[in-house]
Nanobody, 116 residues
Framework: QVQLVESGGGVVQAGGSLRLSCAAS????????TGWYRQAPGEQRELVAS???????IYADSVKGRCTISRDYDKNTVYLQMNSLKPEDTGVYYC??????????WGQGTQVTVSS
């Protein structure tokens, strides 16, 4: 089985920074892409950042220039560095692992709250 566990969320003031981590465990087939999504209360889940095994990272326009997605292959961990956080960044952030065969995997999410 595959399990994704997010961490690093919390409460931060506007302009602050957070680094989210997504640790993967279990048997994982060939990875197509990894990504971060977020969901604010009453809103749909939206893409924040994604990165294919081959290709450049993709960022939502709302976070471009403030967020960086990266991977540590030795630790099987995906990171999302978020800087200059805004109140509208508040939400539950989910890690997503898309594989070449089968359904994607999702973590349980980590709460990010940005206060003004």
């Amino acid at each position: 089985q595959v399990q994704l566990v997010e961490s690093g969320g919390g409460v931060v003031q506007a302009g602050g920074s957070l680094r989210l981590s997504c640790a993967a465990s279990g048997r994982i087939s060939s990875i197509y892409s990894t990504g971060w999504y977020r969901q604010a209360p009453g809103e749909q889940r939206e893409l924040v950042a994604s990165m294919a095994s081959a290709g450049s990272p993709i960022y939502a326009d709302s976070v471009k220039g403030r967020c960086t997605i990266s991977r540590d292959y030795d630790k099987n961990t995906v990171y999302l560095q978020m800087n200059s956080l805004k109140p509208e960044d508040t939400g539950v952030y989910y890690c997503k692992l898309t594989v070449l065969r089968g359904d994607p995997y999702w973590g349980q999410g980590t709460q990010v709250t940005v206060s003004s």
